[in-house]
């Protein structure tokens, strides 16, 4: 039955936004998956997408599946760029993968304009400015 079914709960992952320069010297946005656990995760994949209102109309991009592999303990992965012109628009990742024995997912959504140089946090782990959801 329903209460036979655990429930499990996501508390030690991170998705974040860091500005970097990448191999171009540009400032770029990278969007990073932190694990916080004390144990490997496997299994790791992100779905991206964006989606709201631009120049007064509803878009939505197209969805991306990153297949990430294994994040040892406190340890990190990149999923991808973000690019400038999409932070404007709610930009979701759902995150799934397997801890031990069980599968867990959970949906990380930055709002629009939540990206941006004020809202810079000390990422742990990645140790660089970003902006990140627990």
């Known amino acids: 039955m329903l209460k036979d079914i655990p429930q499990l709960v996501v508390d030690k992952i991170i998705v974040a936004v860091v500005r970097e320069t990448n191999e171009d010297d540009f400032l770029v946005w990278n969007v990073y998956l932190v694990n916080m656990y004390d144990s490997e995760i496997r299994g790791v994949m992100v779905s991206s997408k964006g989606y709201g209102q631009y120049e007064g109309r509803d878009v939505k991009t197209t969805i991306l599946r990153h297949v990430i592999g294994n994040i040892d303990p406190h ?40 990206v941006r140089e004020d809202n810079l946090t000390m990422i742990p782990v990645l140790n660089k400015k970003g902006v990140m959801i627990r």
Do not use: H, R
Request: hydrophobic fraction near 35%.
């Open 75 to 114: 340890d990190y992965a990149k999923i991808e760029p973000l690019m400038d012109n999409l932070l404007g628009l709610n930009n979701e990742y759902w995150v799934s993968f397997y801890k031990e024995k069980d599968m867990y997912d959970k949906k990380y959504i930055f709002l629009p304009e939540s």
